[in-house]
């Protein structure tokens, strides 16, 4: 059973904020709870097995041209940068 | 679009009749998002290749909605957001291409759940699209615009993206036929990303046969994703009448038992019967990792969500939000408050189930139920040609309804989200009307059986004759 303030700090680390605190989490609260029913599906020994995707169905690491500058489509930018909230 | 090819009428005639369709109708059912305004001029150019003689593709002008998530160069495309309230699509998606190399014409954008993270479409930010068989009641979601649009004559078909039943639901709630592909046999470049490794576009029309058209317009490799699979250019309409005698179909135990509603399971006994009077044989089968579904589907799908939505920090998409004052935690959280609910606590979510210390309770053993749920259906196909359910074990319920219960949503999905999660075909063909609300029958296929699974679809089409939608 997960805890309310679990559900808080990892709202915080998803870079979230949120008006109505306990709507939220009394709802996913209820999400996750739901998700217990996992426990019952007797799948602890399987293993998961990975496709391997070989490097030739990528397609080729190149520069493909492209007319619109899409920079210029940003909020923030001013000409010659985009302008950011601060780091520190 | 005959008509338009004979020269019966003009491909501008009949993009005008649709959009004065949309303006008669869509005040009420709020399928649009946007029109396009320059439908009628892109069907005068279109008139202008057929009588000046020039090639002109497979579509003649066909006017098609597209889910606000595709992207369409230069227009709008907010996936119901209002956190890409104003984004201008700089590029076409792959589907885009296709239909426009074959002249389609795009009559709008539809409305869906915000990111596509919904079954009702009561989660966009611009308001709900109402049933046009009822408008107290939900058109399904997340395509329900989509699905509107098609079932209220404002188009002809419609692309919308299948993440969990997307495609579906809303096929099955609004009386239309609704196609999920096989994982990877469309493109999904150019569709915002909500959870990659399960969804796909696809096709939403009135007919079988319509639904066959829209997928050998748009199926196909394509180098800009690298999940496609090559499908040697099948053509699916190519023997679509070829029937299902002598096919072995499996009635899935698991999505007809407790919750469904005695209507849904009245129509499912009911296709059945005209599936065996078709001539194939039917019997109960089980999928004992269904009852786990959808607890796996939406752990791996918050979990993907998560890490996509990562990217709306303001900075490279988003509003008018001025980042002086802000330190830069703070303005992407602050910024974030324009996700809507349902967006919001996916968000959560997604980071909760595959964080440290929870990965192995929860995202592993989700990762563990779909490649079990895999093998279990992949040996069901060894001995049956079909799979069989209805689409949405519930009618259609009113707006509103069931928006405060997460979990009672949830399990709306049970029938739809096996075909997302183990990567194989799934189409709903409407088959009934109860109360004034349609039902839909599910039928699955082996990977790659695209082609047969449109043969079945259109053969329990064939039996049935369903009354106009009462618009």
């Given at each position: 059973?997960?805890?309310?303030?679990?559900?808080?700090?990892?709202?915080?680390?998803?870079?979230?904020?949120?008006?109505?605190?306990?709507?939220?989490?009394?709802?996913?609260?209820?999400?996750?709870?739901?998700?217990?029913?996992?426990?019952?599906?007797?799948?602890?020994?399987?293993?998961?097995?990975?496709?391997?995707?070989?490097?030739?169905?990528?397609?080729?690491?190149?520069?493909?041209?492209?007319?619109?500058?899409?920079?210029?489509?940003?909020?923030?930018?001013?000409?010659?940068?985009?302008?950011?909230?601060?780091?520190? | 679009?005959?008509?338009?090819?004979?020269?019966?009428?003009?491909?501008?005639?009949?993009?005008?009749?649709?959009?004065?369709?949309?303006?008669?109708?869509?005040?009420?059912?709020?399928?649009?998002?946007?029109?396009?305004?320059?439908?009628?001029?892109?069907?005068?150019?279109?008139?202008?290749?057929?009588?000046?003689?020039?090639?002109?593709?497979?579509?003649?002008?066909?006017?098609?909605?597209?889910?606000?998530?595709?992207?369409?160069?230069?227009?709008?495309?907010?996936?119901?957001?209002?956190?890409?309230?104003?984004?201008?699509?700089?590029?076409?998606?792959?589907?885009?291409?296709?239909?426009?190399?074959?002249?389609?014409?795009?009559?709008?954008?539809?409305?869906?759940?915000?990111?596509?993270?919904?079954?009702?479409?009561?989660?966009?930010?611009?308001?709900?699209?109402?049933?046009?068989?009822?408008?107290?009641?939900?058109?399904?979601?997340?395509?329900?615009?989509?699905?509107?649009?098609?079932?209220?004559?404002?188009?002809?078909?419609?692309?919308?993206?299948?993440?969990?039943?997307?495609?579906?639901?809303?096929?099955?709630?609004?009386?239309?036929?609704?196609?999920?592909?096989?994982?990877?046999?469309?493109?999904?470049?150019?569709?915002?990303?909500?959870?990659?490794?399960?969804?796909?576009?696809?096709?939403?029309?009135?007919?079988?046969?319509?639904?066959?058209?829209?997928?050998?317009?748009?199926?196909?490799?394509?180098?800009?994703?690298?999940?496609?699979?090559?499908?040697?250019?099948?053509?699916?309409?190519?023997?679509?009448?070829?029937?299902?005698?002598?096919?072995?179909?499996?009635?899935?135990?698991?999505?007809?038992?407790?919750?469904?509603?005695?209507?849904?399971?009245?129509?499912?006994?009911?296709?059945?019967?005209?599936?065996?009077?078709?001539?194939?044989?039917?019997?109960?089968?089980?999928?004992?990792?269904?009852?786990?579904?959808?607890?796996?589907?939406?752990?791996?799908?918050?979990?993907?969500?998560?890490?996509?939505?990562?990217?709306?920090?303001?900075?490279?998409?988003?509003?008018?939000?001025?980042?002086?004052?802000?330190?830069?935690?703070?303005?992407?959280?602050?910024?974030?408050?324009?996700?809507?609910?349902?967006?919001?606590?996916?968000?959560?979510?997604?980071?909760?189930?595959?964080?440290?210390?929870?990965?192995?309770?929860?995202?592993?053993?989700?990762?563990?139920?779909?490649?079990?749920?895999?093998?279990?259906?992949?040996?069901?196909?060894?001995?049956?040609?079909?799979?069989?359910?209805?689409?949405?074990?519930?009618?259609?319920?009113?707006?509103?309804?069931?928006?405060?219960?997460?979990?009672?949503?949830f399990l709306v999905d049970i029938n739809t989200v096996t075909a997302n999660l183990t990567g194989k075909?799934?189409?709903?063909?409407?088959?009934?009307?109860?109360?004034?609300?349609?039902?839909?029958?599910?039928?699955?296929?082996?990977?790659?059986?695209?082609?047969?699974?449109?043969?079945?679809?259109?053969?329990?089409?064939?039996?049935?004759?369903?009354?106009?939608?009462?618009?």
């Open positions: 059973m997960v805890n309310e303030q679990e559900i808080e700090i990892v709202a915080k680390l998803m870079k979230i904020e949120i008006d109505d605190h306990k709507e939220y989490i009394d709802k996913v609260h209820a999400m996750i709870d739901y998700f217990d029913i996992l426990d019952n599906a007797g799948v602890q020994d399987e293993e998961i097995s990975m496709k391997d995707i070989p490097l030739s169905n990528l397609r080729e690491d190149k520069h493909i041209p492209y007319e619109d500058k899409l920079i210029e489509r940003l909020n923030n930018y001013k000409g010659t940068y985009v302008r950011a909230p601060k780091m520190i | 679009m005959q008509e338009v090819q004979n020269g019966n009428i003009s491909a501008e005639d009949y993009v005008s009749k649709t959009i004065e369709q949309i303006n008669n109708v869509d005040e009420n059912l709020h399928a649009f998002l946007q029109i396009n305004s320059e439908a009628i001029d892109n069907a005068r150019q279109i008139d202008k290749k057929i009588k000046s003689g020039k090639n002109v593709g497979a579509c003649f002008g066909m006017p098609i909605s597209i889910k606000d998530n595709i992207c369409i160069k230069d227009s709008k495309t907010t996936c119901a957001s209002n956190m890409l309230e104003n984004f201008i699509a700089p590029y076409d998606a792959t589907v885009i291409s296709k239909l426009k190399q074959q002249d389609a014409i795009f009559v709008g954008k539809t409305n869906l759940d915000e990111f596509a993270m919904g079954l009702t479409t009561e989660f966009s930010a611009f308001g709900p699209s109402r049933n046009p068989w009822n408008l107290d009641y939900v058109p399904g979601g997340s395509s329900g615009g989509s699905a509107v649009s098609v079932s209220a004559f404002e188009c002809l078909a419609s692309l919308g993206s299948d993440t969990g039943g997307s495609v579906r639901n809303p096929a099955s709630f609004c009386g239309v036929v609704g196609f999920k592909p096989t994982y990877g046999l469309i493109s999904r470049f150019g569709l915002i990303s909500y959870a990659n490794s399960i969804e796909q576009i696809g096709p939403i029309a009135r007919t079988v046969k319509d639904t066959a058209f829209i997928l050998n317009m748009i199926a196909g490799l394509d180098p800009n994703d690298n999940t496609t699979i090559d499908n040697s250019n099948q053509d699916y309409l190519l023997g679509i009448d070829s029937g299902i005698e002598g096919k072995k179909i499996g009635i899935i135990k698991e999505m007809i038992g407790e919750g469904i509603d005695s209507a849904v399971m009245s129509a499912t006994k009911n296709a059945i019967s005209k599936f065996q009077g078709l001539g194939a044989v039917c019997e109960e089968v089980s999928l004992d990792m269904v009852k786990y579904s959808v607890a796996a589907y939406y752990t791996i799908t918050a979990t993907e969500a998560g890490s996509n939505l990562a990217r709306y920090d303001n900075l490279r998409y988003g509003y008018d939000f001025p980042v002086e004052g802000y330190e830069f935690n703070s303005y992407i959280s602050k910024a974030r408050r324009k996700f809507g609910p349902e967006v919001t606590r996916r968000m959560i979510l997604g980071g909760f189930v595959p964080s440290s210390g929870h990965a192995g309770k929860y995202f592993l053993k989700a990762l563990k139920v779909k490649q079990k749920l895999t093998q279990e259906i992949d040996q069901l196909f060894k001995k049956y040609d079909f799979l069989i359910a209805p689409t949405v074990p519930v009618l259609p319920f009113k707006i509103g309804e069931k928006i405060d219960d997460p979990v009672a949503l075909p799934a189409i709903s063909v409407p088959f009934e009307i109860s109360n004034g609300l349609p039902i839909g029958i599910q039928i699955f296929a082996n990977s790659n059986d695209d082609k047969s699974l449109l043969q079945a679809a259109r053969a329990l089409e064939s039996t049935v004759k369903l009354p106009e939608v009462p618009i």
